[in-house]
């Protein structure tokens, strides 16, 4: 059977999906994504099922998304996915989130790189798989993620402890664990009383059960920088950058 370039899934947001106001979080959302391209990619033959037989792992770097309106508790979206493009070891696939009679409520864009298991390298995608055939010249409206220029001066606001409900099946930090940390180092009335229009994340680096993480933040009006390092060597593991409405 032919599949279609473009493909479509539909969630209807429960309690874990919302935050306070009852609105969709920028996690759940990175989740969504993330739960659908692997579905998508194991329907056409370069997912799990495929990449474990060759020792490969997908991996998410990069993440930008722009937010219109947020989805509530009880409210059903309809999300869209495509390939866009392949360059050699990355790919950036892309969505379109919609509310039950059309709207759009977000524009995204993720890249992923295909990594050897054991050696952690990047791998040549067309090596292994024939994506290119699946791809549309079509884009989400809103920026390819690059990486985020931090400004200088991060002020250190905490540390966290990588625990075992932090790690994914492939035994490091699930990658929504560091945003859900960053978000979490604010205040209580800021987050009950503001919304993201728009965010960058960068996942540059892996870290394991037990280590120690170092959160910085910088404030630059509405747009909000933060890093996370591992405190065993100073790599920086995660960038993200906020745009507050």
Known sequence: MQLSTFEFTEYLLDSNDVDTNARLTIVAFCNFMQNFAGKDAERRGFGITFMHQYGLVWVLTKIGARIYEYPCFGDKIRLETWVRGINRIVTDRHFIAYDKNGNKLADAITEWALLDVKSRRPQLIEKYFHIR?????????VEMPKKINLPQNMTVIGQRKVVYSD????????????PEWYLDTYDFNFLHNNTVEEFEL???????????????????GKNHYGAITRESDAKEVFRIKLKWQ
Do not use: P, R, W
């Open 202 to 220: 960068n996942f540059l680096y892996e870290s394991k059960f037990g280590q120690i993480m170092t959160i910085k933040k910088k404030e630059n």
């Open 167 to 178: 790690i994914d099946l492939n035994q490091h930090v699930s990658n929504i664990k560091y």
């Open 133 to 141: 055939e699946y791809t549309a010249d079509k884009s989400a409206d």
